[in-house]
């Protein structure tokens, strides 16, 4: 199987270098030598973009049927903003754990200290006597 894929993208290779060599190494999918030409004043400028410029990213087709375009974009990206943002919260709720952690060492070498040092005096005391 793995074989055959492999067949299948060395063909498709070979057609595409075929293709490029053919036609001046021209795009197999649509031209690229898009200019725009707009010699207009500024006010007109909006419109010029919406409908009759050549430079237009998206065809009037692809608006046609997916007006909401938008609404697209928002709900792929809704899935993987919302897992980083769940990771960002994990990242930020184990770092208040380590914080506090911290803290509570911090707090018991304290105590530590304090006790070596009554353990100290004590034993000072004691070789006084």
């Known amino acids: 199987c793995l074989l055959l894929i492999k067949q299948k993208k060395m063909k498709q290779a ?9 036609n001046n ?3 197999p999918i649509q031209s690229h030598d898009i200019k725009c030409d707009f010699r ?3 006010k007109d ?7 009759e410029c050549n430079l ?13 375009l938008n609404g697209h ?7 993987p903003f919302d897992l980083v943002t769940q990771l960002l919260q ?3 709720q184990e770092i208040e754990l380590k914080n506090n952690l911290m803290k509570q060492i ?9 006790d070596i040092e009554i353990i100290i005096k004590s034993f000072n005391d004691k070789e006084k006597q």
């Not at 070979?14 to 053919?22: D, M, Y």
């Not at 400028?45 to 409908?51: D, E, K, R, T």
């Open 73 to 79: 974009h928002i709900s792929t990206m809704k899935l």
């Open 90 to 92: 994990s990242m930020r």
């Open 56 to 68: 237009n990213l998206i065809d009037r087709n692809h608006i046609r049927f997916n007006h909401n």
């Open 40 to 42: 207009g004043k500024l």
């Open 106 to 114: 911090e707090r018991d070498f304290q105590q530590d200290q304090a």
């Open 45 to 51: 400028l909006n419109n010029h973009l919406i409908n």
């Open 14 to 22: 070979h057609c595409l270098k075929l293709f490029l060599k053919n």
């Open 25 to 27: 190494n021209s795009c």
